[in-house]
């Protein structure tokens, strides 16, 4: 079975500009998270969505947004991009949301010039 | 003060010996542990999840929990240069939340 997949692998945007990261979770996860990972430290939460619904943030701007489709994947959105933006963004899927392990993808590593 | 503490390392090791990794807390309403491994360019990959006090074995792995503490360790044996990667810690609150709170990683070295 296929893990969580997202795309692109790499991205490369100057600052000011826009980006979407797409994400597909494991088969039959209705769940979705998104993370952001800066180099040297572990991921920091972002967004999770549920049945098409954001079922939580973390302390990100509102730069940051994120949907998700009847097919349960997702988009992260983030607009007018900073310098400090450069991460690697992972998406981690489970299978409902409450108190249930999440599954990564190898994640799209973004770089802001 | 954090919520999750973990030290970064790096640790070296050789080949066969047993590691140790450890993550302490500040927050009792962390109810569930997870640890993840992540090789350089890849994303997380989950290792062990537990839920009560105590210990829960997976192979060579050994996840430990000290709720009383606010302190785990995840056990490594055997350790194999296939096990060179990053270590992350991480937490989930009890009742309906959802986020994970991870640790900063340790990154171990296992050298032949």
């Known amino acids: 079975d296929a893990g969580v997949t997202q795309s692109p692998t790499h991205l490369i945007k100057t600052r000011g500009q826009h980006v979407t990261l797409r994400c597909s979770p494991i088969s039959g996860h209705k769940s979705v998270s998104w993370y952001q990972q800066v180099l040297g430290q572990g991921p920091q939460f972002i967004f999770q969505?549920?049945?098409?619904?954001?079922?939580g943030r973390g302390n990100f701007p509102d730069r940051f947004s994120a949907r998700q489709f009847p097919n349960y994947s997702s988009e992260l959105n983030v607009n007018a991009l900073l310098l400090g933006d450069s991460a690697l963004y992972l998406c981690?899927?489970?299978?409902?949301?409450?108190?249930?392990?999440?599954?990564f993808g190898d994640g799209t590593r973004l770089s802001i010039l | 003060q954090k919520e999750v503490e973990q030290d970064p390392g790096p640790l070296s090791v050789p080949e066969g010996a047993i590691v140790s990794l450890n993550c302490t807390y500040s927050n009792s309403a962390f109810q569930y542990f997870m640890w993840y491994r992540q090789y350089s360019r890849k994303g997380p990959e989950l290792l062990m999840y537990t839920y009560s006090s105590g210990n829960k074995e997976d192979g060579r792995f050994t996840a430990q929990v000290d709720k009383s503490s606010k302190y785990i360790s995840l056990f490594i044996r055997d350790s194999q240069p296939s096990d060179s990667a990053t270590y992350l810690c991480a937490m989930i609150r009890g009742g309906s939340n959802y986020k994970l709170t991870f640790g900063k990683g340790t990154l171990l070295t296992v050298n032949p």
């Open positions: 981690a899927s489970s299978p409902g949301t409450v108190n249930q392990p999440q599954h």
């Open positions: 969505y549920y049945e098409k619904e954001e079922r």
